[in-house]
């Protein structure tokens, strides 16, 4: 399945996304053994926080953040006492959410870089299952013009209003393209766009995937006077940090009210989680909480990539339940496939994911295959959504076309190749970590010398990652380099573009 075959960059309207059942690309498979008749497929709803750790909600009693809805949520739907981001920051992790991969496959290594168009999103799966697709919020997966190859539209959404990164206040947004002015929160602007969208599906009796990607609570932080005053016995800029959450609470609050006014909450899946963990580093004394884990955002220590995540599903999960079983963001995509039924020809192989359906469904006492973390070896790329939705806005007035385009073609082959050369001539460079099930071993790397070392740690036994253990099972850790060496190599195949067909 490639971009030029979708046809999808251009906006589309919802109901078009029904011309595409017949696609080659993909086909139905065990429809009837999994108990979902094609015309009884859920719903979707994918949430996604920016920057809040695991510790950043009401339910675990580690913050002061004022968390009603996703309390509520925690405790009637499945929540996940470790569920991880693929990376320790956003665009690689919402990545992985799109594509079942760890993002360093398709040379998405830090934030602000894109997706690559050959890879195949889930909206793009989705709808060709029927599904009608639509993304709201943050994107920093590309740029939010129309003419871009890797913007929503052209990623298999059908209908979106985006940002190019985080937002606050009364943001700009792209709505298929052109930029729109907003106004209010902008967690309650994200989550309306997306209520307007499901109100259309639902009137039409059609399955839709909303992906709903918050643009909090990333810094820089501005919160509602109603919602600072929750906070009026903290520091200002913790009453605007707080306040953030709890106007994202509210939003997530108004997606599940919808679902029950329009009587589709029982076959919708919602699932709720955030991109890595609080802001960091420590010695800036950025707010945030981690619940006790090690470390922050950028680290792949546990606070860095550990976060908060919670299912409802009431058509499917009647009860509430608590898990520890380790899942992954890229477990999202295959996850999703595996509940709709369908199988994607041209997939781009390996994912990294797995369907966690099982651990769904409460058949699951541990994970099936361990997880792989590759992080810190490239830098960023810095996105400004007010400026590059305010040039835009003038370009567009003005008739101008040759806006220039967030991580063109050009840019993005360049650093691709330029990382290849790299790992030629230096090795398997930067931070990395292997995950299995209670284990965890950790790469540490020394970026002036080029040279790594391994420590070991029992999650279960040592939440904290305080005590390393290597010398006392070098067998395990022979075996879990090899394993995480493995991996590497697969993934810089991969970014070779050898998975592409």
């Known amino acids: ?76 739907g499945l929540r996940f006492d470790r569920f991880y981001a693929a990376c320790p920051v956003c665009s690689p992790t919402r990545g992985s959410v799109m594509t079942g991969r760890h993002p360093n496959r398709f040379g998405c290594f830090e ?16 709808k060709q299952a029927g599904y009608v697709t639509g993304h709201f919020g943050k994107w920093h997966l590309g740029s939010v013009n129309a003419n871009s190859d890797v913007s929503p539209g052209a990623s298999g959404f059908d209908e979106w209003v985006s940002s190019p990164n985080f ?9 298929n393209g052109r930029v729109v002015r907003t106004q209010g929160e902008g967690s309650e602007v994200t989550a309306e766009a997306a209520n307007k969208f499901i109100r259309s599906c639902a009137k039409d009796k059609q399955p839709f995937l909303a ?4 643009g909090s609570p990333h810094s820089p932080h501005a919160a509602l006077d109603k919602d600072r005053a929750l906070y009026a016995d903290q520091p200002k800029a913790l009453q605007h940090y707080y306040g953030e959450i709890t106007a994202m609470d509210r939003s997530i609050g108004m997606l599940r009210n919808e679902l029950k006014r329009l009587e589709i909450e029982d076959n919708t899946l919602f699932w709720y989680t955030s991109d890595n963990g609080p802001q960091g580093p420590r010695n800036r004394n950025r707010p945030g909480s981690s619940g006790g884990l090690r470390d922050r955002k950028g680290t792949l220590w546990e606070g860095g990539i550990r976060v908060p995540t919670i299912i409802e599903w009431p058509a499917r999960i009647a009860k509430h339940r608590v898990t520890s079983v380790a899942a992954n963001t890229v477990d999202i995509y295959p996850t999703l496939l595996d509940i709709v039924g369908v199988d994607v020809a041209d997939q781009p ?26 992080s810190s070896f490239s830098a960023g790329s810095g996105v400004r959504s007010s400026e590059l939705l305010a040039t835009l806005e003038k370009d567009q007035a003005s008739g101008t076309t040759n806006a220039t385009l967030l991580n063109d073609p050009a840019n993005r082959q360049t650093r691709i190749a330029d990382q290849l050369e790299v790992f030629a001539k230096q090795g398997l460079v930067g931070e990395a970590a292997w995950i299995d099930n209670r284990y965890k071993l950790r790469k540490i790397w020394n970026r002036k010398t080029n040279e790594s070392r391994y420590e070991l740690y029992d999650l279960e036994a040592d939440t904290t990652e305080s005590h390393d253990i290597a010398s006392d099972m070098p067998d395990r850790v022979t075996s879990m380099k090899q394993q995480l060496k493995k991996w590497q190599q697969s993934v810089v195949q991969s970014l070779e573009g050898k998975d592409y067909r």
Not at 111 to 126: C, D, F, M, N, Y
Not at 353 to 367: F, N, Q, T, V
Request: proline letters at 6%; charged letters at 20%.
């Open 167 to 175: 937002f606050d206040l009364d943001p700009l947004m792209s709505h």
């Open 349 to 374: 192989k390996p994912l990294d994911g797995i369907s966690i359906l099982p651990l769904i469904d409460g058949k699951a006492a541990e994970r099936s295959q361990p997880m792989g973390f590759w």
């Open 1 to 76: 399945m490639t971009r030029s075959k979708l046809n999808t960059r251009q906006p589309q309207t919802l109901c078009r996304a029904l011309l595409f059942l017949a696609t080659a690309a993909v086909t139905f498979t065990g429809l009837a053994s999994r108990g979902l008749a094609e015309t009884n497929r859920p719903n979707i709803v994918l949430c996604m926080a920016d920057d809040q750790g695991w510790g950043d909600v009401g339910y675990y009693g580690k913050s002061i953040a004022k968390t009603p809805v996703l309390d509520e949520m925690a405790a009637t």
């Open 211 to 214: 992906v709903v990607w918050f």
């Open 111 to 126: 934030w602000g870089h894109s997706l690559r168009p050959q890879e195949v999103t889930i909206a793009e799966a989705l």
